[in-house]
């Protein structure tokens, strides 16, 4: 997707939910999300979907596409051509306490 001019390159945001527990994103983690980086498959991105903010990790497979948590108490979630979908960006650093 084109790059916004309204938020800079890279964007702070708070991560809420154990859905990517097995890439080492915890619930209250800060993730370091950069907008000027190309979103590729197997990264973790940042994307709007349907309204609602989600990291996740990106597959492309088959000629589809999926946002792929990384918890296996969570399925994969297919973006399809009727879903609106943005990603904002990928991540590229996770803060959390000790």
């Known amino acids: ?28 983690d800060i993730l370091v999300v950069d907008r000027a980086l190309d979103p590729a498959d197997n990264k973790v991105v940042v994307a709007a979907l349907d309204g609602e903010l989600t990291v996740k990790r990106i597959r492309a497979r088959n000629g589809r596409l ?11 979630i297919e973006v399809t051509a009727e879903a609106s979908f943005e990603i904002w960006g990928v991540v590229t650093f996770v803060i959390h306490k000790l």
Not at 2 to 26: E, K, N, V, W
């Open 1 to 28: 997707p084109p790059r916004s001019t309204l938020f800079p390159y890279t964007t702070l945001f708070r991560s809420h939910g154990d859905s990517m527990q097995g890439a080492g994103i915890r619930s209250g």
């Open 66 to 76: 999926f946002l792929a948590p990384e918890n296996p108490a969570f399925p994969p």
